[in-house]
């Protein structure tokens, strides 16, 4: 059974800086394209960024391009969201997600393209 559990969310003053964390377990974890969603309250939830395959494509939101970094350290079967600079509009839960492998390694930016999520963690950032 596929697993992934975020952690890192939390409570920052606008300009800070945070780093989600996302651990995967019942399956490999290269092979998958992964990825960060987010979605505030009364809001469709929406793409933040993706990480292909080898580690080293990645695709970002316009809103989050130069402030936001997906990473990954297959050792510990993780994928990190290092967020700097962030605005109270950041404000939300964020989702860890993963594509099945048979979906190839294309940075989809659609929710429904991902297979399989994380419960979520919160984001909130004060002004």
């Known amino acids: 059974q596929v697993q992934l559990v975020e952690s890192g969310g939390g409570l920052v003053q606008a300009g800070g800086s945070l780093r989600l964390s996302c651990t995967v377990s019942?399956?490999?974890?290269?092979?998958?394209?992964m990825g960060w969603f987010r979605q505030a309250p009364g809001k469709e939830r929406e793409f933040v960024a993706a990480?292909?395959?080898?580690?080293?494509?990645?695709n970002y939101a316009d809103s989050v391009k130069g402030r936001f970094t997906i990473s990954r350290d297959s050792a510990k079967n993780t994928v990190f969201l290092q967020m700097n600079s962030l605005k109270p509009e950041d404000t939300a839960v964020y989702y860890c997600?993963?594509?099945?492998?048979?979906?190839?390694?294309?940075?989809?930016?659609?929710?429904?393209?991902?297979?399989?999520w994380g419960q979520g963690t919160q984001v909130t950032v004060a002004s």
């Open positions: 997600a993963s594509q099945s492998q048979y979906r190839g390694n294309y940075l989809r930016t659609g929710p429904l393209a991902y297979d399989y």
């Open positions: 019942g399956r490999a974890f290269n092979g998958y394209v």
């Open positions: 990480l292909g395959w080898g580690g080293s494509s990645t």
